[in-house]
Every structure is written in structure tokens, then in C-alpha cells.
């Protein structure tokens, strides 16, 4: 759905007599601005449509199910972490009232088809080297157990799958590595190391410095994508 020919077209129809009015002018002016301006009333009831009879300040996972179908994403959409990073959602499958509030006042956002109307900014959110690090580490204290200071290697391949899946080529072998190794967790100095390692180490991986400050676990990942290409001898 194009939102910006349907709100295109329906101000088309907005009928033009008597533009020389003062009143009409005024009238339509007010028509005009109201669709932008936030009410956090309104914002508050929209996120009682989702929350639970028997917690109205949280929306939980079917709530949040019920949200994702009418804002037509998929649970997995990257649009909605970036979206749960802009509220600080403290825990996946979960909003707060006063998430819902920081990260919607920010979108200027009470309803879903302004929401729906700014899922290209959040995309576009992305494409911003700092903002993407900041949504990356984001995403390891948000999709963790709670009760866990780590995160369990395939909910990490998820993640890793939804962030880096686009951009970084060796994820597939790393994820290949993952399956092989003796790793069940990922902590989070780790996890913020693959970000980097993505970002600073070639393909052929003859700029990994051996003696640079990796973890063991991207160290033993080298050795063995070298091992796997018949490279190990290769210095």
C-alpha cells in the first residue's frame, strides 16, 4: 500500500468552493495540519487495543502478534527492531506503556497508518554506520533470557541472520562454524566482535591480524574457514 498517493488522494478530494473564505480557509488549514500532530491520548488507546485485561500497561507476545499483523510486518521484520531500539523495549515480545510512549512521541507517531507511513525511516535508520552499531549491540541485551548474561547461539543466528544477513559474506560459514564448534552461547563482547570483525576483515581473510585483539572464538573461526578452503598451510 502506497500511503503517500492514498493521503495524496484523499486531500484531492477535499472540496475547493469558497476558498476565498477566511472561514474555510481556516477550516481547511486546521483539516490539514490535524493528521500530523501527535496526541498522546490517542496513542495511549491505540496501545490498549494489544495489552493484556490483566495488565493494561504491557503488551505481550499476542499482543504484539496481533500488532505486527495490523501494521502488516512480520514479527522478524528488521523494521521492528529498529522500531523496539527507537522505544528501548527492554524485552523481546514485550511493550511497555512507557516504551510505547518514548519511542512513538519520538516517531510522532498515534496511530498505525502513521506508523506504517514511517516503516522506510526505520529501514533507512540502518544505512547510518552509528546508528546500525548502536541498533546491533541493541539487539543482543534485547533478544536475550533475561536471566542469562549471554545469548544462546541460535537465537544469535537469528539475529545475526536478520542484522548482518545482507551484508557480510562469511556469515553463512560462520554460521557453518557455529554448528561445528564447542560454542552453546555467545556473550556479549563476543557478539559485538562479529560486527566489527564484518566490517574490518576481507573475504580472503589475508588482513586478519593474528596477533590482534579477537576473541578466541573468531581466531578458531579463521583457522577453521582456512582448514575448509585447503589454506591452513598458507601464511
Known sequence: MDLGEDVSSMFGKRSKTNSNSTVNRSRSKGMEEAPTSFNQKKCIAWFRQ???????????????????????????????????????????????????LLGLTDLQCDSLAKLQGKLNYLHSLLLDSSHFKSIYRYAFDFSRDKDQRSLDVETAKAMLGLLLGRQWSLLNSFFQFLDQSRYRVLNKDQWCNVLEFSRAVDVDLKNYDVDGAWPVMLDEFVEWLKVTRGESNIQ
Open 50 to 100: 494489544y495489552s493484556s485485561p490483566n495488565n493494561t500497561d504491557t503488551i505481550g507476545p499476542e499482543g504484539v502478534e496481533a500488532f505486527c499483523r495490523d501494521l502488516n510486518v512480520e514479527p522478524e521484520n528488521i523494521a521492528l527492531l529498529v522500531l523496539s531500539w527507537k522505544m528501548g523495549a527492554k524485552q523481546m515480545g514485550f511493550f511497555t506503556l512507557q516504551e510505547w
